[in-house]
């Protein structure tokens, strides 16, 4: 299923758009000055084709888009995907529209409605990926690893950095993930080349299962017989403890493993002595009396305490009273009856002040003669009192020494019962111990399932290999890349690519080119220059997809290549005036470089993609302009210069 790019559309902050068209089966290029946004248009299509990451370019420019869409045709069907912009470094959700006519949609008609997995997965399902799984060999400890339109991404994108590079040939390839993405094609491309046909998918993974599952089992059998292999001294060692303990006696003979296995199976009639203790619940009735003896005692000192305190009050009130009265008979001048309140008694003299008279000092007197008698009638019975609170108090600390000596004689039968249930525990340790030990010598000599196990797996192996040879994969794709090497080797001639005399061929293993010489093949990053790395990207690209396409494989069928020409520049001088070049025809024929090789380059994607029509898309972008008429016929618009760029200069 043909998948192509029928045009991007940018919107800013007032719903305005901007559409950028591309014929399909057909070359599109745009070209024109530096900074016109024509880098961008490989991470627009990228990012709208459910990648997360957000690797527009951040600058004022960008900075007035809202929203980046981009329309796919996928054969009879239409895929509309705008994602919004974001100040982040990733976006997951986007707005997806499927049907067979789509009319671009004002920004108000954008709704986040799906995300990057389901585009994916939408996608996956247009072009007609199957179920499919590569599990790595069982020695390796990478997950297996199913293809996906995330490992056809690979063979989409060439960015300026990435077209002429001599170390590596694929999008993606550079930068920290890079050993992921090396990893990731390496699993995903036979898959993707259909070198694993559909029908032998199933089989492959199952056979590769099933030599994991043997590799288990040996493993597994291996360690069994390691453990068994000793038995003899490890026997030895068993019987040594059982004797230690008192499960076997001193004099039994360990010198046949036959005799020693016989002793140490007796030592599986062992039954654990029973132990009954009481000791446990008596001391936690103990120590519960005694908690309750101890708030007993504390209360009655509390209370021998108050009646204490209660007797020193009644003896200070009794000490205090007593002075009193005696002060008070001590004016026996005063006779019942009344007297002149305003004179002195002694001396007669007027008071300012009037005094009590007679009377009321005689009552105050009878008063306290009143309450020192009460005090000296109860003073006996708080003696009483206390004297039967000590009493008290006394029994129950005689209580509380008769429980703690209770606990400690119970707490030394305990220790007695922890002796024997630890001896208990310690034998039976031994046992286990032995019991394992019986069943490891037993498991290959009675059981001898493992090896059956083995046996089995191997059965598994042979049955899936006899089905399905792994050579077979091999060989379909040695018969791949040979038809590879015959295209790439044939366009390598046409550019004149150094070391062109010998075959050129792809090397899946090492995902390089090669130049087959004979004794000493040549490898991409030994190539002597630019011009010969960029056409070793090209002709390696252009195969695969020759290959994709012809075979009907889920890789979508279009090739962005960024500033291809700028290796035709090669001197800094020479570069310079490449960047500086906007896309004139005079500043292209003005400027030293080889125009006959740009030429045959040009020339190389128009029949190619001419050849695959109405299959294959290339988009270029460019500096350079040629007078060439299929170039001219090429443009998509006019040489972005002087405020024609990608975005338009009054959104800025």
């Known amino acids: 299923m043909s998948m192509q790019v029928r045009s991007i559309t940018l919107y800013n902050e007032n719903g305005d758009t901007r559409t950028l068209g591309f014929k399909l089966g057909a070359v599109n290029i745009v070209t024109g000055s530096s900074k016109t946004g024509k880098s961008a248009i490989i991470s627009i299509i990228e990012y709208c084709l459910g990648k997360s990451e957000f690797n527009i370019p951040d600058s004022n420019y960008f900075d007035a888009v809202r929203w980046y869409a981009v329309l796919y045709q996928i054969g009879d069907m239409q895929l509309f995907i705008a994602k919004p912009s974001t100040t982040g470094s990733s976006q997951r959700q986007a707005c997806l529209i499927k049907s067979t006519e789509i009319e671009i949609p004002a920004i108000d008609e954008l709704t986040l409605n799906s995300d990057d997995t389901a585009i994916k997965s939408e996608i996956s399902a247009l072009l007609g990926f199957t179920s499919n799984l590569n599990v790595p060999d069982e020695d390796e400890s990478r997950e ?325 040879s792994e050579e077979d994969t091999q060989d379909a794709l040695d018969s791949i890349l040979l038809l590879l090497s015959q295209w790439m080797s044939e366009w390598a001639t046409q550019l004149k690519l150094e070391h062109s005399e010998y075959a050129y061929s792809f090397n899946l293993r090492k995902l390089t080119v090669i130049a087959n010489r004979i004794g000493r093949p040549i490898e991409m990053k030994r190539m002597g220059s630019g011009e010969t790395w960029l056409g070793c990207h090209l002709i390696t690209h252009l195969a695969l997809h020759k290959y994709f396409i012809e075979q009907n494989r889920p890789v979508p069928s279009f090739l962005i290549l960024d500033q291809p020409s700028q290796v035709y520049f090669p001197d800094e001088a020479d570069y310079a005036s490449y960047r500086s070049m906007e896309g004139r025809l005079e500043d292209t024929e003005n400027t030293e470089h080889d125009t006959a090789a740009v030429e045959r380059m040009f020339q190389l994607l128009f029949n190619v993609c001419e050849e695959l029509s109405p299959n294959f898309q290339i988009i270029v972008t460019e500096h350079a302009n040629l007078r060439n008429d299929k170039f001219q016929q090429a443009l998509v618009e006019q040489p972005w210069r002087d405020g024609l760029a990608l975005i338009p200069p009054e959104w800025v």
Request: proline content about 2%; hydrophobic content about 35%.
């Open 144 to 468: 297996p690893l199913e293809a996906t339109l995330s490992h056809a991404r690979f063979y989409l994108f060439q960015e300026q950095n990435e077209i002429a590079n001599k170390n590596f040939l694929f999008h993606g390839q550079s930068g920290q993930s890079s050993s992921f993405v090396t990893r990731s094609m390496l699993d995903t491309l036979p898959y993707l080349l259909g070198a694993i046909p559909e029908n032998q998918l199933e089989l492959l993974n199952a056979l590769k299962r099933a030599k994991r599952n043997l590799r288990i089992a040996q493993r597994r059998l291996s360690e069994e017989l390691a453990i068994v292999s000793d038995r003899l001294d490890r026997g030895k060692g068993l019987i040594a403890e059982a004797q230690h303990v008192g499960l076997l006696p001193e004099n039994v003979n360990n010198d046949e493993l036959e005799v020693v296995l016989e002793n140490l199976r007796n030592t599986q009639l062992w039954q654990p002595t029973k132990i009954i203790s009481e000791a446990t619940d008596q001391i936690d009735r103990l120590n519960e009396s005694l908690r309750l003896l101890r708030q007993q005692a504390q209360q009655k000192h509390r209370e021998i305490k108050l009646a204490k305190t209660y007797q020193s009050q009644a003896s200070n009130f009794s000490s205090e009273a007593s002075f009193q009265a005696q002060r008070l008979e001590s004016i026996g001048l005063f006779k019942n009856g009344e007297s002149d309140t305003d004179s002195c008694p002694l001396c007669s003299s007027q008071l300012a002040e009037p005094i009590a008279s007679i009377s009321e000092i005689n009552r105050s007197l009878e008063n306290i003669q009143e309450n020192l008698q009460t005090v000296v009638r109860e003073t006996p019975r708080l003696q009483e009192y206390i004297d039967g609170l000590t009493s008290e108090h006394d029994g129950l600390k005689q209580q509380l020494e008769e429980a703690k000596i209770a606990i400690v004689q119970l707490e030394q039968s305990e220790e007695e019962y922890e002796r024997l249930r630890d001896r208990n525990a310690n034998i039976a340790r031994i046992v286990g111990r032995i019991s394992l030990y019986l069943e490891s010598v037993n498991f290959l000599d009675d059981d001898d399932s493992l090896r059956l196990t083995v046996q089995q797996a191997q059965s598994e192996v042979d049955k899936y290999e006899g089905m399905l």
